[in-house]
């Protein structure tokens, strides 16, 4: 430990050497609702207390988004959640479960072009929600005559970015997912061999079925990003922006890319200067826990505790999946903490305490904490590492089955299917996780590399985003390749030369070979 | 900057949280001679005052690397430099200098050509070094025997990357350069579009002729490492290491990459999360200089004083540039600090003062110093910056070219060529430097991004060096890309696979259409 604070003091020298800071800078957020609010808000809670002015532009029926907040002032619009079924995640669960019953190989495309056709809807909405504040100048002037110092926005919510670079404000992302169809040109060259497509339910190294089905999803995103997100944008982006601009155009005007993952989570693959990865910078050392939930923690003795969660949308899977979860728990010597939102199930055991919300990190940071079951989103994930806890995985939707993945792959996890749970098949994988010593052993020594950082996520987090606002932008960590058209950036117009310059070179032989030839000839007949 | 200390409080919790430091490790070091060493030193410093035991291999002549020293222990034994002519790097720049009277654009391929045959001599030497080190079991096991926890080499010194593969040990290279011609295979993909090959003096904004003449580079020193680097070590590999063992798949054994460059200076460029920019972290306050070079510093009264040196192995060049230049500053009303190695020139004036060497860093930080004419090396070009000089460059040899060329498209740089150098041409560049008031502001702008880190570069350095001893290594950084054969990588094999399942649609098609008509036209037959 000793060797830590001489680097620490030489830090300080250089903390306090660096330019000034920026306190009381205006940030306007075009945050995306849900699960993904939850890390926006973390992140706006700091810039508060460091002094930053926030505005949230926010649905006027937000699902998660609070209009009343004493950390930001709300600007309310009409935005996607005010058209949508508030039941929509639950019916999207039951059609993508379905989807599970296919080969898992062609299930991911299945689940893909249920997510394709969500995709279009949300961005026909977004389009329109854009369109109206665009078209809007009273609106427009307003934001404009702010004089906002900052656009930090979820490029997931397309509205973010388009408002942005309207207003050509200095524009930092909030982000989860970098490849898609068009990861190559607005990230960084993402080689199909290696990188796994979102979705794809691949790692890293891949066969050559493997990488074949890749490729198929890399098609695939592609065709979406092209076909399905881009052309609700085209006549808004026609009539407001410079010819030739798209969604992609305007995304690479994002000056840094706060990644919501890291290396020792994802899988290695390039990357660019002006991407920042700040997984897990939501966690945090746990705090006490109320005193009856304490109590049953303390209750369950040596055997420990289980803690389920399914996450922010979908509280409750179909009764057939929860009634064998309920009748595996029901068989184990350990306590069970279960967030759910349904009916009590038939088959519930003494040892379950049934929650509509739970303190999941104070969970998680529990001593007697053993094992956490849950669907795999990104936050989730990131709290079981921080704080080394293994994971039963129970994948239902979205980028979950690639989380769990990479868990998985690295000995920390197991992955049941939601579908066709039997309540034998869950509690042999709960047992194998509970009993196995090298799931705690992988996942703490995850944990290990993940707190094994020169800086905490969320100290970089803040530090990049303070860092746009003083430098007025980082343009000088832009990639001058996206300036490129396709084929320039593949160096097809240089190929072309170069295959010319050897067809003429060919050709040219050819010729002289074949006019030596012939005065060769000639000569033999005039010599005969 | 009441803004940075909560952060800095923060990161104070985060640091002492982190996994205890490893002190008193012992690190073996090969480093490369000459300039390269200056880096390698001012890590090896910090390394021994952190408490580690420092073991240097370095050559029984070495030409900068002393026996000697109060920070480490030597091994010597017989290198590169035994074989090679000290007045060697002299008569590269004669003949170096000689390809500078090519028209530019064809000049680089000239000087390129020169640096291979350079290349193929001392990778001879390297390789003979190395295979009498492998071939010798009792040097061998002795190395083995001290249990060290880490190699620690620059990649140029081929020696450290083969010693340290034989001796497994996790592998941290000090590095300058790493787009070579198989950079898209050892470090991350390198578009030939924007990032420009080494040597090419080209920038990442190109037109079709500058990526054509780029990909032609690219190809040379494709067939470089294939054909001039690789070849004098294949015989050595094969005896000692697994069959298809080549000098690249070595190199990939590297757990972190600290690159001596960062995204203020260098083109922004796809990168690999095992990639640690760390440009600058020699460059320090300056310290007061000697007693006589105060007072002439403050003899230049308001017009302030102008500061050359061209670097460390090049201590003149010939006599005509060299009384060009002199001359040139007998008319500058600043006064010169001139760091020259040969006989006084004629033409030197009474505001010159010669010195055999000088206290270069100290001097920059001087608040009268208004220039620095420098000949490129990356060192001094990070000096410049961290000081916020101005540059007139006069590039002689090596990478000199390309990195004055990134300050000159910044606007922080002028160069001249020192080959066709006039009097006349010289004064006006360096007017135009010291009137100029676009060249300080550009330098003072790069400055302050420079300084604007999370952490300062050499904390980053031995942060992540010390990360490698602590967790064995990194491997859960590196790509999984290097492992594939390169079709795969290029996923030339699926594309294969679509080719031909186009193929075979296309051909059963045609079949079926075949088959149909012919029956439609028997039917029309028999109806007839």
Redesign the interface.
């Known amino acids: ?4 604070i ?3 003091l ?3 020298c ?10 009381g800078s205006r940030i306007l957020v075009v945050p995306a609702d849900g699960s993904h609010w939850i890390n926006m808000e973390e992140i706006l809670r700091e810039l508060h ?3 930053h002015d926030i505005t949230v532009l926010r649905s006027t029926k937000s699902w998660y988004i609070p209009n009343n907040s004493s950390i930001y002032t709300s600007i309310n619009v009409t935005m996607q959640e005010d058209e949508l079924d508030p039941d929509f995640f639950n019916k999207l669960l039951q059609d993508a479960m379905e989807c599970r019953d296919f080969q898992p190989s062609i299930g991911t495309f299945c689940q893909e072009h249920l997510i394709t056709s969500l995709l279009g809807n949300g961005h026909e909405i977004l389009a329109r929600s854009a369109a109206a504040m665009l078209d809007d100048p009273v609106f427009m002037k307003k934001l404009h005559d702010e004089k906002y110092d900052l656009m930090l926005t979820d490029p997931a919510m397309t509205l973010g970015v388009i408002l942005g670079s309207y207003l050509k404000l200095p524009m930092v992302f909030n982000v989860r997912w970098i490849n898609n169809g068009e990861g190559h040109l607005t990230i ?2 993402s ?4 990188v796994p497509v979102s979705g794809s339910e691949l790692r ?2 891949m066969d ?1 079925l493997e ?2 089905k890749n ?1 198929l999803h890399y098609l695939y995103s592609f065709c979406e990003q092209q076909f399905i997100i881009n052309p609700p944008y085209a006549d808004l982006l026609q009539r407001h922006f410079p010819p030739g601009t798209d969604l992609l155009s305007l995304e690479l005007a994002a000056d840094i890319w706060l990644v919501r993952t890291d ?2 989570f994802e ?8 991407l920042v ?1 700040i997984g897990g910078f939501q966690c945090k050392p746990s705090n006490p826990l109320p005193v009856e939930l304490e109590a049953f923690m303390q209750s369950s003795g040596e055997h420990g505790v289980v803690v389920m969660s399914l996450g922010t949308f979908v509280s409750a899977i179909n009764d057939q999946a929860t009634e064998a979860i309920a009748a595996a728990f029901a068989e184990l010597p350990q306590k069970v903490v279960w967030r759910f939102g349904g009916g009590k199930p038939l088959c519930l055991g003494n040892n379950t305490l049934l929650m509509d919300w739970l303190p999941q990190r104070d969970l998680l940071g529990h001593p007697k904490t053993r094992a956490f079951v849950a669907h795999g989103g990104t936050n989730g994930m990131y709290e079981a590492i921080y704080h080394a806890v293994p994971v039963l995985g129970l994948p239902l939707l979205f980028d979950q089955f690639d989380n769990l993945l990479r868990l998985k792959v690295r000995g920390a996890a197991r992955v049941v299917e939601a579908k066709s749970i039997t309540k034998e098949d869950f509690l042999e994988a709960l047992r194998d996780i509970l009993e196995t010593p090298s799931y705690r052993h992988n996942i703490q020594h995850l944990s ?2 993940h ?6 996520p ?3 987090a ?2 990049w985003i ?2 746009v606002i ?2 007025k932008g980082a343009a ?6 996206f ?2 058209p396709w084929y ?4 097809l ?2 190929a072309v ?2 295959g010319a310059l050897i067809w003429v070179f060919i050709w040219a032989s050819v010729v002289v070979y074949k006019i030596l030839c012939c005065r060769g000839r000639r000569r033999k007949i005039k010599a005969e």
């Open positions: 430990m000793s060797g830590v001489p680097l620490f030489a830090g300080l250089f903390l306090f050497l660096r330019p000034t800071c920026c306190t207390s460091r002094g960084a060259p080689p199909v061999s290696y890293d190294r050559f990488r074949t490729m290396f020792v899988f290695p693959r390039p990357t660019m200067p002006n990865y290990q590399l707190r094994d950082r020169p800086m905490s969320m100290d970089t803040i530090f303070e860092y003083r430098n000088h960590l832009q990639s001058a390749g300036n490129l320039s950036y593949f160096c117009d240089v030369l170069f």
